[in-house]
């Protein structure tokens, strides 16, 4: 029997291309808490942290086929997450920015029979978006955003993983993007 904690990670680097699960959790294993360690030092969030090395150990082991390190895998790990940080981080800050100008358009409190026309357009434009969504996507995301509940308790109540209701979320707010800006330039 190979004993795969005593591999070198070119070898078990060499194995995962094999479709080798075993090399695949020894890689895993080996690596997670200096990945996780680094992720929530920049992140400053347990469950976001978890979430960038999660997603780089599920890319690592889909394109595993594939998968060749030039250097030295633990560099490759660690460029990796770098870059998944940086991604989030990105990704906050567009967040940041555009909660601050919804709040500005909000404070602002112009009320006037033209927007709450637009508005109550926009709200029929949204619900029939969110009718699209496939059924389960659909049933995760009005979960979450007309009852308010959080990831962990849809997960509960619909038997799924958080990461699967995270996806889902997700997915359907980027549908909905899309479909709205279609709507909205053919609406309006």
Known sequence: MLAYS???????????????????TVIYNRHFDALYLHAYKRLQDRDEAQDVIHELF???????????????????????VRNKILDVISHQEVESKYVSSLQGFLDEGHCITDHRVRERQMQELIEQGIADLPPKMREVFEL??????????????????EQTVRKQVNNALKILRVKLGLMLFVGL
């Open 58 to 80: 599920a890319q690592l082991w889909n394109k595993r086929k594939d998968f060749h390190v030039r250097s030295s895998l633990s560099a490759y790990l660690a460029t990796a």
């Open 144 to 161: 979450s955003r007309k009852h308010q509940l959080s990831h962990k308790q849809i997960a509960e109540q619909l038997n799924l993983s």
């Open 6 to 24: 005593s591999l070198s990670d070119f070898e078990l680097t060499d194995l995962l291309r094999k479709d080798d699960a075993s090399a695949f």
